[in-house]
């Protein structure tokens, strides 16, 4: 038992069996008193042990971190989507990852969604989102369960976990993969309104199947990756990884215009590169550029054959995409920005598709052996140089950190900077709160959490008004 302790201390992978409230929680430091609202993130939690699965295929669980006048709460609860329902009923998992049922599952019971990646505020809703599913709508402050939104029946299929809202007009652009089922290569794309109605849902052909986690949207345009990290069905019927790398089918990144159709893209080509999270992008004359976190090799996924990616080469870096718009060449250039490790980028929002002075992401600690642990937050300007660079204690780790400007009428980058950070010797976690302009000062406050929050993927700020 002693053994197993120390085991499950060097990661935060884990889940968390219970759901809890902390209504008056310990805070070192203090909070700044005019930072009010909510911090919502999401993950993976499975309800039940599932050997085998993928990490990405976990039950979706909420927490939730309430801060109001220099106080702070929290709050943690499943998603109760229809599989985490039918597998609580059975008190057993039913699925075994990626939609694959298990033999003696329920013959009837179809439903594989997690609800487990992301979660924003979109037209006075919160919604829950991964990216093979509809999203799921959550109730403020409770984190009751309201069901999947589709809109008035205007969006089927895949949603990204990834939607981009523009911070001029409010609408919400999203896409969605294996849109005509699964590992097939068709993606939807389409749009929301300030207001919540569905405006435009399309469908279009990609080159392959590829796992798209993520896309690009300026002023104008919007941009859709294919990356050879494939999918395939044959493959999955066969027993073998339904995704998997496969760098000889190259890189692809479609262009269109945001007030165009599918059917006019443009397709850019590259070398062979995965990328999960973009953090800008923008339009400069006739060229669009666009800032992602790029590996050289797709991590957490095999070869075809089952062997694993090289892990020097799957490790993410501030990388810059330029496309030519009117040049005659069909390539992007790819230059990367900084050799450091890191991902999770995030900007002030209020800059989302435009030109951006100011970034964030998660990065790891280059004299730690375990290269993969994000333990740090850098802060870098519009072109990618380190502003700050901040690293948290040894074997502690830090999650994606979510920007929140002071006021609306605040300049770029004027606020605080959030993020979740795993304490490894006390195997629990804290609250970080950060100047984000002077992130190497450390944290200005500590909410502190008696248990661990897992490692999850994303979350976002909902202001008090």
């Known amino acids: 038992m002693q053994q197993d302790a120390v085991a499950e201390r060097r990661h935060n992978l884990g889940p968390i069996p ?10 070192i430091g203090e909070l700044p008193r005019d930072l009010n609202g909510t911090l919502y993130r999401n993950g993976p939690n499975p309800q039940f042990d599932s050997p085998g699965a993928h990490w990405f295929v976990g039950d979706g669980m909420l927490h939730a971190f309430h801060l109001e006048n220099g106080r702070a709460s929290y709050r943690n609860r499943w998603i109760r989507t229809p599989k985490w ?5 059975a008190g057993r998992t039913l699925f075994g990852g990626f939609g694959r049922k298990l033999p003696d ?20 809703k919160l919604l829950a989102l991964e990216e093979a599913h509809l999203p799921t709508e959550i109730e403020p402050g409770t984190l009751a369960t309201r069901g999947y939104h589709n809109y008035h029946a205007r969006v089927a299929g895949s949603f990204t976990a990834h939607p981009k809202i523009d911070p001029v007009t409010g609408e919400l652009v999203f896409f969605g993969y294996n849109a005509a089922g699964p590992l097939t290569p068709t993606l939807s794309y389409g749009s929301i309104d300030a207001s919540g109605k569905a405006t435009r849902f399309e469908r279009f052909e990609a080159p392959y199947a590829s796992m798209v986690h993520d896309f690009i949207v300026t002023e104008n345009h919007v941009l859709f ?4 990290l494939t999918g395939s069905m044959e493959r999955a019927m066969s027993g073998r990884p339904p995704y998997a790398w496969e760098p000889d089918k190259g890189a692809y990144v479609g262009v269109i215009k945001r007030k165009g159709s599918a059917k006019d893209i443009v397709w850019f080509r590259a070398e062979a590169c ?11 004359g006739d060229r669009i550029i666009a800032d992602v976190m790029q590996f050289e090799e797709a991590p957490l996924f095999p070869h075809p054959d089952g062997r694993p990616t090289d892990p020097e080469k799957s490790r993410a870096r501030h990388c810059r995409w330029t496309f030519d718009l009117s040049g005659d060449t069909d390539r992007f250039q790819q230059t990367y920005l900084d050799d450091l490790t890191g991902e999770f980028p995030r900007i002030d929002d209020r800059r989302a598709g435009l030109k951006s002075r100011h970034g964030w992401y998660a990065c790891a600690n280059p004299k730690l052996p375990m290269f993969g642990a994000l333990s740090g937050v850098v802060h870098v300007d519009g072109n990618g ?7 948290l204690p040894a074997s502690d780790s830090i999650s994606e950190p979510v920007f929140v400007e002071r006021s609306k009428d605040a300049a770029e980058g004027d606020g605080w900077l959030l993020a979740v950070v ?15 302009g002077d992130v190497e000062a450390g944290p200005v406050a500590l909410v502190q959490l008696g248990h661990r929050v897992p490692d999850g993927f994303h979350g976002n700020w909902v202001g008090a008004t």
């Not at 219970?18 to 805070?27: C, G, N, S, W």
């Not at 179809?110 to 979660?119: K, L, M, Q």
């Open 105 to 124: 599952a329920p013959a009837n019971l179809t439903d594989s969604g997690v609800a487990n990646t992301n979660i924003i505020f979109h037209a006075g």
């Open 422 to 436: 795993w304490r490894a010797r006390e195997n629990r976690s804290d609250l970080a709160v950060f100047n984000a």
């Open 18 to 27: 219970f759901e809890a409230d902390a209504p008056f929680l310990k805070i």
């Open 385 to 391: 140089t380190r502003l700050g660079h901040y690293l």
């Open 274 to 284: 995965y990328v999960f999270h973009v953090m800008n992008a923008w339009e400069d």
């Open 85 to 89: 329902l039918a597998e609580h009923d």
């Open 225 to 228: 990756p294919i990356l050879p």
